[in-house]
């Protein structure tokens, strides 16, 4: 722990060794003699798909799991890391993808939990904790008070409390697990503007990403762990499909294989004026949304975030009230805040949060696929439990769901296996209109190609898709038309030609921009592009 | 995760068997349980004491049966002691005093559980009380009820009722039988119904039962009044074993019902939960208090055991959950 740091950029002294780690959970060798370097002053890119181990590892580096085999070394010690506590001696910090913050204390008590700043009473020293709470803010370029509750900021200003937090216990390993899913490019900018300073300062930062562009612009070496096993360390600066083919161990052939169909069918969803007020003060959650969707197309719904996307699709589906317009599915016109009025209508949503909204996540998989159709199995008063399996045997196979058996947790399955169940789910139901709110969110390339095939077969078979994404590539390559919403508003439509990421960005911009509200969270997306 | 990670789960005897040890635990622990009080005295295992047992297991275990329902959904049903020992009274209370026939009085009682239970599930579906507080406040509702319908004494139980106490043929008690029907219906009903499925749904995770279709208040109603019902049936076996239906019947009834819940392997937070752990949970309480009687061990130093293998139970059982993760 007493070693001078040289504070030699992407050449320093080894901080962190990982040799030969082995990890199994029941069903699943999750890790398979992986072998990781740290070296001081270094960005290192840990690349993987999902389910190819990564959270393993570094849940195992903060103390959550102990490796079955294989050595964890920390400045040439071999180290046992039991507990949190133990990686935080050690020096080692995480941030993890679901945030460890408490919503209901202040930023500043958030900080410093466990660790406050004491009077000679040993009372706690609200005004030096505020102090210092301030100084971490300001690293992180994080504009709230201290004072602040956390429960009250954005999920971006929550991942940036939690950085604050790590760079307050003086880490010398820095682990972040996707830290740019749920930013936007300007907060990405300043992240990556905060992780080059600390890299100047001599820490090692094990970055997790899914955004390729990133490994080149911050990362200085790759490891790529594939199937529990790492299987190749390179340089950052490596091309993208090198690393995509190193991932996934074979070439994607297609990114978006979407075709239109040749002529859309009759109008399977019509929304018309819908609208729905904010809270008291506030304005419109939306305002008079009116769109079609038709038989085998693919209508994209992009905007910011928090441009009520989801709100819409919410409202549709029946789970949020809307205060005026009406929705018609096939001619008919939907009952307000009904979800089994719209499921019996052959409208199924895949949410944007599949752990928290989506999955049952320690039921079995086929408690999961069969969820929805519970009222159709159960005949005579009694659930036909030999229907349901061979029911979800039958869509898990078309899925090609990667699992043990129809019995496994959907806790252990991957995000795009889990993602894959959600959908499944609304199959089974037999669903013939689905929205999908961020269906790739989390999902590794693999599987997102495997979402967008089935999106595919499914709109070829008649049903009708409306596709709400942040991941402009996705929504302009999946999507036969594109609507565009921005501060609760339907601010245009493109199609062919015309659907590009600049035209898509400028509407979603420009509408946002017009209005007065300076502070609001979308503002701050103004420039992604 | 590829094909070839994932073989086929416990593939080693040692996974087989920790797999096994899960599965099994709580049974593990009652038959460690019967054999310890086997060792320490001579009386424990003959059948007519075993006999013995399930009679103390029994309105326990009915009452348990009920509450895993609302456990198993993420709730908590705090009211069930109070509310057997109101449904005893109005059933005795009808067809002795007021002179209702005795299927009449039994069906009244029954009814009167489940609509506890309803009002308890309407004020935490539609209320959005936390069912702790709603229940809590139904236990002191449904025990100032029993007062007051008895008018603060025991009455006397209708005798055709009572024979819900006695025994068949001279050697099997009754109440035991109606423990292992009401098990068998509370298995069914948690495998088998739509309303059994959808407790597993709502207490895994409600947000995702409501997103895709389950009609989480109309079925958190159901839940709560089929705990009610099963309180009243406990009730109805107490009062029979007692001849009589005491408004102060089953105090604290609730605690011991919670206890073998969870003894049996389910989760307070909800989504797992078997009716055979359940009566497993009932049996190992009810295994203790018997042994220990028979040791002689005094009353008070009994409810320390008591507390000490409820702990003991739970801890064991998140350790080997842990292990297995």
């Not at chain 2, 076996?237 to 105090?251: K, Y």
Request: glycine share 12%.
């Amino acid at each position: 722990m007493t070693g001078v740091n040289d504070d030699v950029p992407a050449g320093g002294r080894e901080l962190l060794r990982v040799e030969g780690v082995t990890k199994s959970f029941p069903g699943v060798r999750a890790l398979d003699g992986v072998d990781l370097t740290l070296r001081a002053g270094e960005v290192h890119v840990l690349l993987g798909e999902n389910g190819a181990g990564k959270s393993t590892l570094i849940k195992m580096l903060a103390g959550a799991h102990r490796p079955d085999e294989g050595r964890i070394v920390v400045d040439g010690a071999e180290v046992t890391v039991r507990s949190a506590q133990d990686a935080e001696r050690l020096g080692i910090a995480t941030i993890h993808q679901e945030f460890n913050l408490v919503p209901g204390l202040t930023v500043a008590e958030n900080l410093f939990l466990g660790r406050q700043p004491r009077t000679a009473l040993g009372l706690v020293d609200r005004r030096a904790m505020r102090a210092r709470a301030a100084e971490l803010l300001a690293r992180v370029r994080l504009g709230v008070s201290p004072a602040a509750p956390v429960a009250g900021l954005g999920i971006a200003q929550l991942q940036m409390v939690e950085i604050a937090k790590a760079l307050s216990l003086d880490a010398r390993v820095l682990i972040m697990d996707e830290p740019t899913a749920v930013l936007t490019s300007e907060e990405v900018a300043t992240l990556f503007g905060i992780v080059r300073e600390l890299r100047a300062s001599g820490v090692g930062v094990v970055f997790i990403t899914h955004h390729l562009e990133e490994i080149a612009a911050l990362g200085d070496r790759v490891t790529v762990l594939r199937d529990g096993r790492s299987v190749a360390e390179v340089p950052a600066t490596t091309p993208e499909d090198d690393l995509i083919r190193l991932m996934v161990g074979r070439d994607i052939a297609e990114q978006y294989p979407r075709r239109p169909p040749e002529e859309p069918g009759a109008p399977r969803l019509r929304v018309r004026g819908l609208g729905r007020g904010g809270g008291r003060g506030e304005r419109p959650v939306f305002t008079d949304i009116g769109f079609e969707v038709r038989a085998g197309e693919v209508v994209g719904l992009a905007g910011l975030v928090g441009a009520g996307r989801t709100e819409v699709a919410r409202a549709l589906f029946g789970v949020d009230r809307y205060d005026t317009g009406t929705v018609e599915v096939d001619g008919r016109e939907l009952a307000r805040g009904d979800v089994r009025a719209a499921m019996r209508a052959g409208l199924g949503l895949v949410p944007e949060d599949r752990k928290s909204q989506g999955l049952l996540l320690d039921a079995s998989l086929r408690d999961n696929l069969t969820l929805a159709r519970l009222d159709r199995d159960t005949r005579g008063g009694l659930v036909d439990r030999r229907a349901q399996r061979r029911a979800a045997a039958e869509v898990a196979e078309r899925l090609k769901v990667r699992m043990s058996g129809l019995e496994q947790s959907a806790r252990t399955l991957s995000g795009g296996n889990q993602q894959k169940i959600v959908i499944g789910k609304w199959l089974l139901a037999g669903a013939r209109l689905l929205i999908l709110d961020e269906p790739t969110r989390g999902v590794d390339v693999g599987a997102k190609v495997e979402i967008y095939q089935l999106v595919n077969e499914l709109t070829a078979a008649g049903c009708a898709v409306l596709m709400i994404s942040s991941d402009l590539p996705e929504v302009l390559g999946m999507s036969d038309r594109v609507l565009v919403m921005a501060q609760g508003r339907l601010v245009g439509e493109l199609a062919g030609e015309a659907a590009t990421q600049d035209a898509v960005m400028e509407l979603a911009v420009r509408s946002a921009g017009g209005v007065e509200n300076g502070n609001e969270s979308a503002m701050e997306g103004s420039d992604v592009g | 995760m590829s094909a070839e990670v994932l073989r086929a789960p416990g593939s080693t005897p040692g996974q087989w068997f920790a797999r096994a040890v899960l599965r099994n635990g709580p049974l593990g622990g009652l038959i460690a349980l019967v054999v310890v009080m086997a060792v320490l005295s001579r009386d424990f295992l003959n059948g007519q004491n075993l006999l013995n047992v399930g009679v103390q297991a029994s309105v326990t275990a009915i009452l348990a049966f009920g509450v895993t329902f609302v456990i198993v959904s993420a709730g908590i049903d705090l009211s069930v002691g109070s509310v057997a020992a109101l449904s005893a009274t109005v059933v005795a209370w009808s067809a002795t005093k007021e002179g209702l026939p005795v299927w009449v009085a039994v069906l009244l009682g029954l009814a009167v559980g489940a609509v506890a239970g309803l009002l308890s599930g309407a004020l935490v579906a539609y209320g959005r009380l936390p069912a702790f507080i709603a229940t809590l406040a139904m236990l002191s509702v449904a025990r100032g009820l029993a007062l007051v319908v008895s008018g603060g004494s025991p009455i006397a139980f209708p005798s055709s009722v009572g024979r819900l106490g006695d025994t068949l043929g001279g050697w099997l008690p009754v109440p035991v039988l109606v423990m292992i029907a009401m098990g068998l219906v509370a298995a069914l009903v948690l495998a088998r119904t739509y309303t059994g499925r959808a407790m597993f749904a709502i207490g895994g995770n409600e947000e995702a039962a409501r997103l895709s279709g389950i009609d989480v208040k109309r079925r958190k109603l159901v839940i709560y009044a089929l705990s009610g019902l099963f309180a009243a049936v406990a009730g109805i076996v107490l009062a029979a074993r007692l001849t009589s239906a005491q408004p102060q019947a089953a105090v604290g009834y609730e605690l011991d019902a919670i206890a073998a819940v969870v003894i049996g392997g389910a989760s307070l937070s909800g989504g797992s939960g078997k009716a055979s752990g359940t009566l497993i949970g009932a049996l190992i309480l009810a295994v203790l208090r018997n042994g220990l009687n028979l040791l002689s061990v005094s009353a008070f130093w009994q409810q320390v055991a008591t507390g000490l293998v409820i702990a003991l139970a739970v801890l064991l059982d998140t350790l080997r959950r842990r292990s297995a993760r």
